[in-house]
């Protein structure tokens, strides 16, 4: 299986900052790579497919990047309602793994 | 808006079968790849597998000796079994539709339901 990695594996910043969450497989995944948020108590939801494409109805101060092994998240303006973790998959061949998370928090 | 609802007992003996189904409503089950997510309480995700409408599964090789997965398109509907339970297999369990090729894109969940595998 492909192993995901995530980092930081939490953090805290306040509102309006930048925030980047970095992901990394462990093996060449081109851009087959999605990225969900998982509100507490709620099932995960799809923010951002094909590494950079952001899912229809996502806000825009999200983004993702990256391709091969290096991927990241982006929220260029964090609001209160972010509050969550981030999850990384790949989707470059079977079985999809996911990443540990990230849980972002307000400070 | 498709939506998916998960239903089945919340507790489960160990050595027996979880069984769950899940409800899709708001769209036809007859197209894109029917999956479930499960999540141990804290942790992180873990894909189990999928079924096509036509009825063709993928299972995930740490699953696939416990794992069957079945789809009822008269009842727009789709099930899980994992056979021989333990403590381990207590999770969140999620239905989700995959969209794209092998249903790479989890783009609808359900609200997901605990099972806890318990005497």
């Known amino acids: 299986d492909i192993q995901m990695t995530q980092s930081p594996s939490s953090l805290s910043a306040s509102v309006g900052d930048r925030v980047t969450i970095t992901c990394q497989a462990s093996?060449?995944?081109?851009?087959?790579l999605n990225w969900y948020q998982q509100k507490p108590g709620k099932a995960p939801k799809l923010l951002i497919y094909?590494?950079?494409y952001l899912e229809t109805g996502v806000p825009s101060r999200f983004s993702g990047g990256g391709s091969g092994t290096d991927f990241t998240f982006t929220i260029s303006g964090l609001q209160p309602e972010d509050i969550a973790t981030y999850y990384c998959?790949?989707?470059?061949?079977?079985?999809?793994?996911f990443g540990p998370g990230t849980k972002v928090d307000i400070k | 808006q498709v939506q998916l609802q998960e239903s089945g007992p919340g507790l489960v003996k160990p050595s027996e079968t979880l069984s769950l189904t899940c409800n899709v409503s708001?769209?036809?089950?007859?197209?894109?790849?029917w999956t479930w997510i499960r999540q141990p309480p804290g942790k992180g995700l873990q894909w189990i597998g999928y079924i096509y409408s036509s009825g063709s599964t993928n299972y995930n090789p740490s699953l696939k000796s416990r794992v069957t997965i079945s789809v009822d398109t008269s009842k727009n509907q789709f099930s899980l079994r994992l056979s021989s339970v333990t403590a381990a297999d207590t999770a969140v369990y999620y239905c989700v539709r995959g969209r794209g090729g092998d249903g790479y894109n989890l783009d609808h969940w359900g609200q997901g339901t605990l099972v806890t595998v318990a005497s």
């Open positions: 094909d590494a950079s």
């Open positions: 998959q790949h989707y470059d061949i079977l079985p999809y793994t």
């Open positions: 093996q060449d995944i081109r851009n087959y």
């Open positions: 708001g769209g036809s089950i007859s197209s894109n790849y």
